[in-house]
Nanobody, 120 residues
Framework: QVQLVESGGGLVQPGGSLRLSCAAS????????MAWYRQAPGKERELVAI???????NYGDSVKGRFAISKGNAENTGYLQMSSLTPDDTAIYYC??????????????WGQGTLVTVSL
């Protein structure tokens, strides 16, 4: 069993910054990718950022140049550093991880989400 827990969401002013954290736990052998998705009211879920085990990254068009995904110091953790936030960034942000259990069965798991609200 693998579980993801997101944290760091909250209320931030336009132009501000916020850092989200994602921690994976369970019987993990390795993580192939960690990603952040978001879903705003009335919109479809979209990819925000993704990072591979080798450190390669990719970003959604709407956040390029403003957001940065990174690996954490703790094992199986990651961060999403968000800057120059606008009200359009308001959404529930979900962490996603793909990898392999100990025993080498693959998994994909989602966190429960953390709400980011960008508003005055």
């Amino acid at each position: 069993q693998v579980q993801l827990v997101e944290s760091g969401g909250g209320l931030v002013q336009p132009g501000g910054s916020l850092r989200l954290s994602c921690a994976a736990s369970g019987s993990i052998f390795s993580i192939s990718t960690m990603a952040w998705y978001r879903q705003a009211p009335g919109k479809e879920r979209e990819l925000v950022a993704i990072i591979s085990a080798t450190g390669g990254t990719n970003y959604g068009d709407s956040v390029k140049g403003r957001f940065a995904i990174s690996k954490g110091n703790a094992e199986n953790t990651g961060y999403l550093q968000m800057s120059s936030l606008t009200p359009d960034d308001t959404a529930i942000y979900y962490c996603n991880a793909k990898g392999y259990y100990k025993g080498l069965k693959n998994f994909e798991v989602w966190g429960q989400g953390t709400l980011v609200t960008v508003s005055l």
